[in-house]
T-cell receptor
Framework: AQSVAQPEDQVNVAEGNPLTVKCTYS??????LFWYVQYPNRGLQFLLK??????LVKGSYGFEAEFNKSQTSFHLKKPSALVSDSALYFC?????????????FGTGTQLKVEL | DTGVSQNPRHKITKRGQNVTFRCDPI?????LYWYRQTLGQGPEFLTY????????KSRLLSDRFSAERPKGSFSTLEIQRTEQGDSAMYLC????????????FGQGTRLTVV
């Protein structure tokens, strides 16, 4: 079975500083990995994905993520955080066995960016 | 097309009542998914359709839950004899076979069972 772990319930960072939100995964084959963001009482917005190729993927709003196969990680990063980045972030892995793009999500990390 | 649309956005119901939610996917998307999200948790897969065929159902989807996608376009999720444990955000997502691998989510329907 596929699984995702987000070890931090909350990450606090000052505006202008770099941010990292951690994610590790477990799959039987090659992973398809995703990051989504959720604002209060809203659905999920797609940020970025890793399918194959370059280990550093760039996404929306200046976010990027680094795929590390040996460490089975896919950490989300941003060089300079904004207060407006404060939200709930979910890492997800595609369930390869399902064959239908079904996603398995982590429990989420609340990002708080302060002035 | 402005994305995945879900109705209603909020639903409060008494325990034991039936409720039905609707999802309209992005128009050209042939895959449609339902997820449930409870407070403090990530979304959990419930079921998905490819066109009108329901191809997979999670063990989370008890006999009280039923989903349909009769013409391969919109979908409905019905919960019969609601229980307080059904209180959650119900999320719908869609994607395109052969297209981008990511799924696009609607804003969800928040169900409160009192």
């Amino acid at each position: 079975a596929q699984s995702v772990a987000q070890p931090e319930d909350q990450v606090n960072v000052a505006e202008g500083n770099p941010l990292t939100v951690k994610c590790t995964y477990s799959v039987s084959g090659n992973p398809y990995l995703f990051w989504y963001v959720q604002y209060p009482n809203r659905g999920l917005q797609f940020l970025l994905k890793y399918i194959t190729g370059d280990n550093l993927v760039k996404g929306s709003y200046g976010f990027e993520a680094e795929f590390n196969k040996s460490q089975t990680s896919f950490h989300l990063k941003k060089p300079s955080a904004l207060v407006s980045d404060s939200a709930l972030y979910f890492c997800a892995v595609r369930d390869i066995g399902g064959g239908g793009n079904k996603l398995t999500f982590g429990t989420g990390t609340q990002l708080k960016v302060e002035l | 097309d402005t994305g995945v649309s879900q109705n209603p956005r909020h639903k409060i119901t008494k325990r034991g009542q039936n409720v039905t939610f609707r999802c309209d996917p992005i128009s050209e998307h042939n895959r449609l998914y339902w997820y449930r999200q409870t407070l403090g948790q990530g979304p959990e897969f419930l079921t998905y359709f490819q066109n009108e065929a329901q191809l997979e159902k999670s063990r989370l989807l008890s006999d009280r839950f039923s989903a349909e996608r009769p013409k391969g376009s919109f979908s409905t999720l019905e919960i019969q004899r609601t229980e307080q444990g059904d209180s959650a955000m119900y999320l719908c997502a869609s994607s395109l076979v052969g297209g981008p691998t990511e799924a696009f989510f609607g804003q969800g329907t928040r169900l409160t069972v009192v």
